[in-house]
């Protein structure tokens, strides 16, 4: 049976994977969560993925927008909890690169949700470099959310 098959949130949607239909992409609604990461995602080369998630009332703490689709909807995990639990950036060092997941604010400073923010490795990283970047990053995506609730709004994108 065919199936609808998004390969990429801002490319063309593919029917069964082998007809494109660029006029639908024009439809292609998004929220502005996904949108936010999209844009950031693009804007930084040092980025190898990126997820925003929140807590969403009865589902309790879940990714809402990310790089990869396969981690939409996923439940948040220790990395999430440790960063919201004490209010800092939790920092791993794996052989791929630094993996930071940071609590997340909106304009106001409210906390709606935490950020991980994947790093292609880099000569000289240092656990304080990777946290100064990480800063730069979430006042970059801090300031263009009004609110939580911001983030689930629907967005048409070209």
């Not at 390969?7 to 929220?31: D, E």
């Not at 999430?80 to 209010?87: H, N, Q, S």
Request: glycine fraction near 6%; charge should be negative.
């Amino acid at each position: 049976m065919c199936k609808w098959k998004l390969c990429n949130l801002t490319q063309s949607i593919l029917i069964c994977g082998m007809l494109a239909v660029p006029q639908l992409s024009a439809q292609l609604k998004t929220t502005q969560a996904q949108h936010l990461v999209d844009l950031t995602a693009q804007r930084h080369p040092e980025i190898t993925g990126l997820e925003l998630s929140v807590n969403h009332g009865q589902e309790g703490c879940v990714t809402i927008a990310a790089t990869q689709a396969k981690d939409l909807g996923e439940k948040c995990d220790d990395d999430e909890a440790a960063a919201l639990k004490t209010l800092k950036p939790f920092v791993e060092h794996e052989p791929d690169g630094f993996d930071v997941t940071a609590p997340l604010h909106d304009a106001r400073g409210n906390l709606i949700g935490t950020l991980g923010i994947d790093f292609k490795p880099q000569a000289r990283q240092t656990n304080a470099s990777i946290l100064k970047l990480t800063s730069g990053l979430l006042r970059e995506i801090e300031q263009k959310i009004p609110s939580k609730e911001f983030l689930s709004a629907r967005v048409t994108r070209d």
